[in-house]
């Protein structure tokens, strides 16, 4: 998995991923990239900042979202790992 690269923040999102995996016992790799090296980002970054800006935006992006996951907020049987694979 590509996580974009933001040099303030990565250490962060290594914290916070370490965190959640360690709940799981899946097998989760990923790379911090930054948009130029992987154009895939770019649609990532669209449909976040589209949900995040919620109103109109949201509801344009809402049917290609399989799914919202926010670890912060979510009950231990929705986090990833434990949830039934979809796809």
Not at 40 to 63: E, H, K, T, Y
């Amino acid at each position: 998995m590509a996580i974009e690269s933001c040099a303030h923040q990565d250490l962060r999102d290594r914290q916070t991923l370490a965190a959640a995996l360690e709940k799981v016992d899946e097998p989760f790799t990923y790379e911090h990239l930054r948009p130029a090296e992987d154009p895939v980002l770019w649609a990532s970054d669209a449909l976040a900042w589209c949900f995040g800006a919620g109103g109109d935006w949201r509801q344009r992006v809402q049917s290609m979202l399989d799914a919202v996951v926010r670890l912060d907020q979510c009950p231990e049987s929705a986090k990833p790992g434990n949830r039934p694979s979809g796809r």
